[in-house]
C-alpha cells in the first residue's frame, strides 16, 4: 500500500513529506522531481513568492545511489523566504513582541475557521498551514508516484481549459500525443494548448490585477489508457471516481471536481453519454470511439484514459479587500492583505496532476503489488495476460 503525508508551514523553514510502499528498484534522483516543480511554479498571475523560491528538493531516506530501496521515502524542501520571516516563524521559543499577528479573517480563506477551531488569535497560526505553498510538496511526492508509474508505461499530463470564465473553443479538445500536448502547453504562459484562448486568459488576469481582484477557472489532468480494473465497485470507499474527486478536492481552492463528461452528462440523454463498444480484431479488447465516462465505469478503469476536470475559485487574498471584522475588537476592518497571486490556476494544473499520480499509483500497488519494481511488473503482465482470456478467439 502506498500512502504519503506533508508537513510544513508556508514561512517556516522547510516542507517535508513522506511516502511509503514505493519498490525497491525504481530510479529516482532530485532531477527527476525538478521539472514539475518548476512547472508548479509558472503560469501568468503569479506573485513575487515565486521569485524566491528555487523549489529544490533533497530526499533523506528510503533512496541510495538514485534507486529507491523499499523503505518510506523522506522529501525535504526548504523555504528560501524563511530567511525574511526568521523572526516571526521560528520554531524556539522567543521574548518580547509576538511577531506580525493576522488579526482580520480574510473571506473565502480558513482563516476565521480556523482561528476558532484551534483557539488561536493570531491568524498566521492558521494561514501558514492552510496555504497552498504544501502544494509544493505534493507535487516532489507526485514525482516519485510519476516515476512509478512510468515503469508501467503510465503517462499523466494536464492544461488549463478556462481562466475568470474564458474558455477554450474546443470542449471536447483531442491531441495526438502527450509529447506534443505538453509543448503546446509549456508554450502558453496559462498552460492552455489554444493560442488565442490563451491570449484572452492573460488578459483578464491583468485586468483583474489591476482591479486588486483574483480569478479561478477549470483545468484538465489526463492519462494514457490504464489497464482495466484499477479501483473496484465492491465498496464505496475504495471506488476509483471517489478516490479521484477526495485527493483533487483536498486541493487549496478547488471547489469542483468532473469526471469525463461531467455536469455536461447530466444534461443529455443516455444514448449521448455512454459509450459503445465495437468489435475489435480477434485476441484484441473491443473498441470504444468515445470517452464520455473519463476512463471509469463502476468505480474502476476500463482501459481508456482518464479524464478529469477541477475547477478552483479564485484565491480569497485580494489587494482591493472585502469588509471583514477584527476578531479581538469586532470593529469592522477591510480584510488582511497578504503578498499573493491574482491567479494560479496553471499552478494548481501541476498540482491536479501529482494528485492523479498518487491516487493512480495507489490503485496500481492495491492491484499488482509487488515488493521490488521487478516483482510489480511481472504481476501486472501476468494480469494482461488473464484479462485477454475473455476476448473472443484469444487462445492465451
Ligand atoms: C499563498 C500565498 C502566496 C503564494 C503561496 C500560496 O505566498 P506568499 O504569501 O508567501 O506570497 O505565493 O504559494 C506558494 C508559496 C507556492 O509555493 O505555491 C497562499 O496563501 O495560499
Known sequence: MIRF??????HGPALVGMIEGIPSGLPLDAKMLGEDLARRK???????????????????????RGVTIGSPITV????????????????????????????????????????????QHDLRNILERASARETA??????????????????????????IGGVSMKSSDFETPDFTELRSSVMSSEVFCPEVEASLAMIEAIRTA?????????????????LPVGLGTYTQWDRRLDGLLAQAMMSIQAIKAVEIGLGMEGARRHGSKVHDAFLPSTPGSPPLRPTNGAGGLE??????????????????????????????????????????????????????GEAMVCLILAQAVSEKYSGDSIGELKSHMEASGRLDRLYYPGNTV
Open 42 to 64: 509558472m503560469g501568468y498571475g503569479r506573485g513575487g513568492r515565486m521569485r524566491i523560491e528555487t523549489d529544490e528538493v533533497r530526499f533523506l531516506t528510503g533512496v541510495r
Open 298 to 351: 463502476g468505480g474502476m478503469t476500463n482501459g481508456q484514459p482518464l479524464i478529469v476536470r477541477a475547477g478552483m475559485k479564485p484565491i480569497s487574498t485580494l489587494y482591493n479587500p472585502l469588509p471583514s471584522v477584527n476578531i479581538l475588537t469586532g470593529e469592522a476592518a477591510p480584510a488582511t492583505i497578504e503578498r499573493s497571486d491574482t491567479c494560479a490556476v496553471p499552478a494548481a494544473s501541476v498540482v
Open 209 to 225: 490585477k489591476r482591479e486588486g481582484d483574483t480569478l479561478g477557472g477549470v483545468f484538465e489532468v489526463r492519462t494514457t489508457p
Open 137 to 162: 510538496m505534493r507535487v516532489a511526492l507526485g514525482g516519485v508516484a510519476r516515476q512509478y508509474l512510468r515503469q508501467l508505461g503510465i503517462d499523466v499530463a494536464s492544461f488549463v481549459v478556462e
Open 76 to 119: 525535504i524542501l526548504e523555504n528560501r523566504d524563511f530567511s525574511h520571516w526568521e523572526d516571526d516563524m521560528a520554531v524556539e521559543p522567543r521574548s518580547g513582541e509576538p511577531g506580525r499577528q493576522v488579526l482580520i479573517p480574510r473571506p473565502g480563506h480558513a482563516d476565521y475557521a480556523g482561528g476558532i477551531k484551534y483557539g
Open 5 to 10: 503525508l506533508t508537513a510544513g508551514e508556508s
